[in-house]
């Protein structure tokens, strides 16, 4: 059935691709976030369906381009500059380190290369979602892998299967991007957005309130994986939500179901942290020191060794253990940490730059359209999305992770889409009309004294 449907939708992309090229972007993206050839790796066997649905979208992209149906001011946002500066620095910075990187297990041209390719396809992917009915498929298909997630989360816990835990843990798809349970819950909660706004957005009641009924199993998976950033981040993106909608009911219904979770997981979280803190003790004595806290101190003491272009991509272990023996064998446990001691300061900048553009994009949408419509529940559920990524990533590296720019992609192309709908642009292409001289009276664009 899996092999079924994979080949029906690449079929589908391809035959649309002259008349429905989102067709071949949505097929991509689902390809990208999702990684189903690790969920259902037996039907796909040695099919490469990144590739195959990455050259689709290319040839969509190259067919549009000729017709003249590429919106080229796309290319303009904070993100798209953002994503190809970054790709840019990451090169300089893997050309002109001086660490290797045995100590990884990803190497740094591994690193390198992944993030060349996003940004590769950011730029083919980015024009072709150009409807208002095109961006409605894009946030489904993200609802679908939050769903899925955490389904298959649960049905690992109900069917006691439990060679997929770890010390009690539930652990993400094997060998695959989101085989650290942490990262796999990011997944959700950077989708949980889409579920509870979906909720408000959906006019049909049994989809409404299943997507609510979706949410306890959403937060039960984040149970499984025992995440304390997912928590957070999870926690982040509920409050967003609250301060958005204006519904007593159904932030007081949020609200309780919420913590009902902390309490249930209360006991869980208090133990791995204890054992964590446990396992990490000071050079100085036995007073015990999160390790997260040292791995932050050894990424900011690297910033101020290598601040230009850092230790180089996927080096933060081996540098630090050349650098500070001793310290701290861990990796950077911070997003902007990772981007800034790895690639530089100014690699970090741009990491927390595109929560900024974004936020400004999500407060210009939030003004103009109407609530509740598809710009807004995109414009809505995108932010939420980020606000959940963002938190998560202070306590993780989260570099290559397809979801967030999936959201930089996808708030972006709704930006303008809504920009173009309540006529912004329309009014700043205009010609500014010239200014009236004293004792002079404009008529038909013509000056008369």
């Known amino acids: 059935m899996v092999k079924l449907a994979l080949y029906l939708s690449l079929i589908a992309s391809f035959v649309m691709l002259f008349k429905a090229p989102w067709i071949a972007a949505l097929v991509y993206s689902i390809v990208s976030v999702m990684q189903p050839q690790y969920i259902w790796f037996w039907a796909f066997e040695d099919f490469s369906v990144f590739k195959f649905s990455a050259v689709i979208t290319i040839l969509a992209w190259i067919w549009h381009a000729f017709q003249g ?77 939050t769903v899925y997630y955490a389904y298959w989360a649960n049905d690992h816990y109900l069917s006691a299967n439990w060679a997929q835990f770890n010390q009690g843990r539930l652990m993400g798809p094997a060998l695959s991007p989101y085989t650290d349970g942490n990262v796999t819950s990011i997944v959700l909660t950077s989708g949980l957005g889409f579920v509870m706004f979906g909720a408000r957005y959906f006019p049909n009641k049994w989809l409404k309130y299943g997507l609510l009924l979706t949410i306890p199993f959403i937060w039960h998976a984040l149970i499984l994986f025992a995440s304390r950033g997912a928590l957070l981040s999870a926690a982040a993106v509920t409050l967003f939500f609250a301060m958005q909608v204006k519904s007593k009911s159904l932030n007081i219904l949020m609200g309780v179901g919420f913590v009902a979770m902390l309490v249930y997981q209360g006991g869980m979280l208090t133990q791995r942290t204890s054992n964590t803190v446990e396992q990490a003790q000071t050079e100085s004595g036995d007073k015990p020191l999160n390790p997260r806290l040292v791995s932050w101190s050894v990424g900011i003491d690297i910033v101020q060794e290598y601040p230009l272009l850092g230790a180089g991509p996927q080096r933060f272990q081996y540098a630090s253990r050349l650098l500070f023996p001793g310290k701290s064998p861990h990796v950077a446990h911070n997003t902007f940490l990772n981007f800034a001691a790895n690639t530089g300061i100014f690699a970090g900048l741009i990491y927390l730059s595109f929560f900024w553009v974004s936020w400004k994009q999500f407060k210009f949408v939030r003004k103009r359209v109407v609530t509740n419509s598809t710009f807004d529940y995109i414009n809505m559920s995108c932010m939420a999305g980020l606000v959940g990524y963002f938190t998560g990533a202070l306590f993780l590296d989260l570099i290559i992770f397809e979801p967030f720019y999936f959201l930089l992609l996808l708030i972006t192309a709704n930006y303008y889409l809504a920009k173009r709908s309540t006529g912004e642009d329309i009014i700043k292409e205009q010609p500014v009309p010239p200014k009236r001289m004293p004792g002079q009276v404009h008529r038909a664009g013509k000056a008369v004294a």
Not at 118 to 143: D, H, S
Request: aromatic fraction near 20%; hydrophobic fraction near 50%.
């Open 69 to 145: 149906n590429i919106r080229w001011e796309v290319y303009k946002s904070g993100q798209f500059k953002g994503v190809l500066g970054l790709a840019i620095i990451f090169h300089l910075s893997n050309a002109l380190t001086p660490f290797e990187s045995y100590f990884s297990l990803v190497s740094g041209d591994l690193v390198v290369s992944n993030f060349t390719t996003i940004a590769i396809m950011y730029f083919f992917v980015l024009p072709l979602i150009n409807q208002e009915t095109t961006i409605k498929f894009f946030g489904f298909m993200y609802i679908f892998v």
